[in-house]
């Protein structure tokens, strides 16, 4: 359980917004069903929203379960007693614009979704020393078989490809998001956005990619250049590979030789419940 | 639960080692194969000549297993993990025993499990499904919500893109369950996505749908509208009962014959959006690095694939020559499986095997290829041929195309050398 410090706080919390009496849930809830005739306009929380919201949220958890039809039970469906807010078959209801500014915070290429904020990579030096270093190590270059984000540029030619944050991945946006989403392991949604920001300039001077005394902001996000940007394309097997792999396949007589063994597993022997599995471990799949 | 009133008897251990007597000696995985190969005549078979407990004693009541569980007989058929593979329990992956299934449907209790960040229990009472984004309504269904939806059966294969990618630059692990277990096939019920997204009414720059779990990974693809749209779901049940646990109780995303990764379990949020979200599991993870160092992106769709299950090297043949039944496991991302081609030389003559059971668009298909064993080694192999005329390729094509560092999509022909003992060894041949 060391693993989750925060579970007893969160479940202390989860009590108390249960014990909320049912006066002080009434302003949220007039609250939240204005909000809900914005719903219709609203397509993505801008960045200003998002950090209201992420505010706002717990407060406003009991409004969440009440807001749009107040049901005895708030599984029951609101159509059950009325009109839901689905259009064709009335099922389910509007989603509250604080709701989804919980919930919606995936970063596009583009930079859509970035919150406002900043972080330096000296301030991010420590806060991935902290949070991050014990899986990927003080550099980014992976303590056992975690992830490394560092390292690794022009060898993805190479025998054993060495794939990392500067040597791979072909957005910025991918990094800010995936540590908004899920990291630390094990203690998600716990970095503040600019601590976010600070967290990923310091994984791209890692990378050589940006000097000691570089500020990240949504600004200048989409300045930072990702050196293998430009190293994917789309899915061409249709193209390359079917016109070969959809010919008549042979049913006698298809080798001149009879076949020879070429490659045992036995050699590697990394089978698990079988003698020294894993001894001579190949990379690990992350 | 009470104890099985069926007691243990000297009878039963002398049976015991009548059985055991009759096993041939030597291989290090026949601990699970108790079944003698063939009982020599050696004066009556006890199991016959005397009364065994089991038509005297009384079995269990039917109140001693309300949720049943296989017999204890059956306690090796269990998922099985690769420890050196992934630094720890909770983002890894464990295989489905292949080898002891029969049939197409993969029981519940051994379908495999990918998690990114646990698997986490999540009741039907807190679960919330959003969608949002280039909607006309952005909306929030609750669990009781999604049963109200038009519902819908189908069964279907569910395959990890890395299923066999340990095998690239050579054979690795000797087991079917190792080597392909990174697959299941179940029957889901559920209500298909383009009604929910119907609900909440797709605007026309609508092109792209991201799909979002809600556990500490907060797993999220990006799918294409057309997908979405053709044959997605979102499925609460599978073989009849409730989605286990693993397998993102209470809902998860069906994608039928694309690749796992994009089954988002756990599923809290759908955004429509008009262009990809380019997140992390389909940029850094599941893009395949061919030779030249560039990667292909979005390569959704699983490839035809086929492997021998039994005989396989956690499943070796015990009988003896004589009578022997081939059988496996084909799939295709494109549609069914139309043939499967077995051969026993290593590819120089093919056979057609017998696809038996229900032959369905995206499911798993069951093939048997029955024949007289005359003791002497075989190089096993498979090869499936689907719908479309798709022909699984042998490693070395698939190699010649993509290189040795593209992880995923390795669906390249399997070969199996068994050997005069019967017992058989994943390899490669020329």
């Not at chain 2, 192999?381 to 719908?387: H, I, K, L, T």
Request: glycine share 8%; aromatic share 8%; proline share 7%.
């Amino acid at each position: 359980m060391s693993r989750f410090p925060d579970l007893a706080l969160g479940l202390a919390l989860a009590a108390l917004l249960a014990a909320a009496p049912a006066a002080a849930q009434q302003p949220a809830q007039e609250a939240a069903t204005a909000a809900a005739a914005d719903a219709t306009n609203l397509t993505e929380a801008n960045a200003e929203e998002v950090e209201k919201a992420s505010d706002a949220v717990e407060e406003a958890k009991p409004a969440d379960e009440t807001a749009a039809t107040p049901p005895a039970d708030p599984n029951a469906s609101p159509a059950a007693s009325g009109e839901g807010a689905g259009r064709v078959l009335a099922l389910g209801r509007a989603a509250l614009p604080e709701e989804v500014a919980a919930w919606d915070i995936d970063v596009r290429p583009d930079g859509r979704g970035l919150p406002d904020g900043q972080g330096s990579v000296v301030d991010g030096e420590v806060l991935f020393t902290d949070n991050c270093a014990s899986c990927h190590g003080d550099f980014g270059e992976a303590v056992d078989r975690w992830p490394a984000l560092a390292g690794g540029q022009g060898t993805l030619a190479d025998e054993d490809p060495v794939k990392t944050v500067g040597s791979y991945w072909p957005y910025l946006s991918t990094t800010y998001d995936y540590i908004r989403r899920a990291m630390p392991f094990g203690n998600a949604h716990s970095l503040s956005n600019d601590e976010i920001y600070a967290i990923t300039a310091y994984v791209l001077n890692l990378n050589d990619l940006v000097d000691e005394d570089f500020v990240l902001s949504r600004d200048n996000f989409l300045t930072v250049e990702m050196p293998n940007a430009g190293g994917f394309f789309q899915d061409d097997r249709d193209t390359v590979e079917l016109p070969e792999f959809t010919q008549a396949p042979c049913m006698e007589s298809c080798k001149a030789a009879a076949p020879e063994i070429t490659k045992h597993a036995a050699v590697l022997d990394v089978t698990p419940d079988t003698p020294d599995d894993g001894a001579e471990a190949p990379p690990p799949m992350q | 639960m009470t104890d099985s009133p069926v007691k243990e008897t000297a009878k039963d251990a002398g049976r015991r080692r009548f059985l055991t007597a009759g096993l041939a000696t030597g291989g290090a995985l026949a601990a699970s194969a108790l079944v003698p190969a063939r009982a020599i005549a050696q004066g009556a078979d006890p199991l016959i000549a005397e009364v065994q407990p089991w038509a005297v004693q009384l079995g269990d009541g039917v109140d001693a297993h309300p949720y049943g569980t296989p017999i204890s007989f059956e306690s090796d058929v269990i998922r099985r993990n690769v420890p050196w593979l992934t630094a720890e329990t909770m983002s890894s992956i464990n295989f489905t025993p292949l080898h002891q299934l029969d049939g197409i449907i993969t029981p519940n209790g051994v379908c495999f499990e990918r998690h990114h960040a646990g698997s986490i229990e999540l009741s039907k009472a807190d679960y919330r499904l959003m969608i949002n984004g280039l909607v006309e309504q952005p909306l929030v269904f609750t669990y009781a919500d999604l049963e109200r939806f038009p519902r819908e059966n189908r069964i279907c294969f569910l395959e990890c893109a890395a299923n066999s990618g340990m095998e690239w630059a050579g054979p690795q692990l000797n087991g079917a369950q190792f080597t392909h277990g990174m697959i299941h096939n179940v029957a889901y019920t559920g209500v298909m996505l383009k009604d929910l997204l119907a609900e909440a009414g797709v605007k026309p720059e609508g092109k792209w749908l991201l799909a979002e779990g809600a556990d500490a990974s907060a797993m999220t693809r990006s799918i294409p509208m057309e997908k979405a749209l053709d044959d997605c779901m979102v499925a609460f049940r599978m073989n009849g009962e409730a989605l286990r646990k693993e397998q993102g109780y209470p809902a998860r995303l069906v994608v039928p014959g694309w690749e796992g990764n994009m089954w988002v379990k756990w599923l809290r949020r759908l955004e429509v959006g008009d262009q990809p979200w380019e997140q992390r599991e389909e940029t850094s993870k599941y893009t395949d690095t061919l030779e030249d160092g560039r990667s292909r992106k979005w390569t959704w769709v699983m490839d035809a694939k086929s492997v021998i299950t039994s005989p396989s090297p956690q499943a070796p043949i015990r009988h003896g020559k004589g009578r022997l039944v081939i059988t496996g496991v084909a799939w295709s991302g494109r549609g069914t499986v139309a043939e499967v081609h077995v051969t026993t030389d290593g590819g120089v003559n093919w056979h057609q095997a017998r696809i038996s059971g229900p032959s369905l668009d995206k499911s798993m298909h069951r093939f048997y290829y029955e024949m007289d064993w005359d003791g002497r080694p075989m190089l096993l192999q498979s090869r499936a041929v689907d719908s479309t005329g798709y022909v699984q390729p042998t490693k070395d094509a698939l190699r010649r195309f993509r290189g040795l560092n593209s992880i995923y999509h390795n669906n390249g022909i399997q070969t199996w050398a068994v050997n005069a003992e019967g017992e058989a060894e994943n390899v490669e041949i020329s």
